[in-house]
């Protein structure tokens, strides 16, 4: 570690980058959530009907159908066959993913996330320990019984306790009941499991995760060798162990993010006053020599 770790996560990057240099893609995250929740909004709310729907399911101009693939698999496991229209919806919603990567959803999408992120904010202002942490895998059993209870039961058992699919009914309907789960999960990263919801209990994350382990978009470690060993990217990542691998790397092993934990956020591009990472593609494994990295410095 390096004596720039005693400065404030980030700071070396706004004094580098300027604020919005260092704060471009959280913006462009907040900017992204808000837009696709008020696109379901604007219906309800204005009777503007572009699209009609949840994230649950939609249809956009009356024309593309979107369907979460979570939802339709829960569906068969209950022993419904779906329509024609929400297979295409899902193999549309699947097919994106596996492009972009599935807990893009998580990082880029979800009205939850703001939520968590608030909550990890304060739990480090507060300087409260870091708490009880689950097994990253616990996700994935959650995620099993999920499907299990589905089949069991015979509904879409997730969607019974969904807090996104709470969140939008309440800003329709009234929130009721979706305040105090929302409240419940900003206090259980606060206080009990710090990025205790997102990385280690939602079904919704462990889904998109497996869906978009083989992605093309990923973050890249390209100038590992710049590294001045601030652990400002570790600070900042909702899923830090993805960061090792790529940014400690050997000579020869990829600097790709690899990892389907990995949300692609772009927190760590965002604070890295020294531009390591960088968003790519799977394919490519270059890395800067060091001879570059003292071009680049010169």
Known sequence: MSAKTKLPTG??????KGWLGAHRYLILRRLSQSFFLFLFLMGPWFGIWWVVGTLAGSRTFGVLP?????????????????????????????????????????????PINPVTDAAHWLHDKLGLQKGWQPKRSTRYWILGAVFAVSALTGTIAWEVV???????????????????????????????ARRGWCGHLCPVGAFYGLLGSKSLLRVSAVDRAACDDCMDCFAVCPENQVISP?????PGETPLILSPDCTNCGRCIDVCSVDVFAFTHRFDNHVKTDEQVADKAA
Not at 11 to 16: K, T
Not at 67 to 89: C, R
Not at 93 to 107: D, P
Not at 170 to 190: E, H, K, P, T
């Open 246 to 250: 790529a940014l400690r790397g050997k």
């Open 66 to 110: 979107l369907t979460d693939p979570l939802v339709l698999m829960q569906g068969l496991a209950a022993g419904h066959w779906p329509e024609l229209t929400a297979i295409i919806g899902a193999l549309i919603v699947l097919a994106v993913y596996a492009l972009i990567g599935g807990r893009v959803y998580c990082s880029w999408v979800c």
């Open 11 to 16: 700071q070396e990057a706004i004094e580098v």
């Open 162 to 192: 969904n807090p996104v699919t709470m969140v939008h009914r309440g800003l329709v309907f009234g929130m009721g009941f979706a305040w105090a789960l929302v409240a419940a999960i900003f206090v259980f990263d606060l206080l009990v």
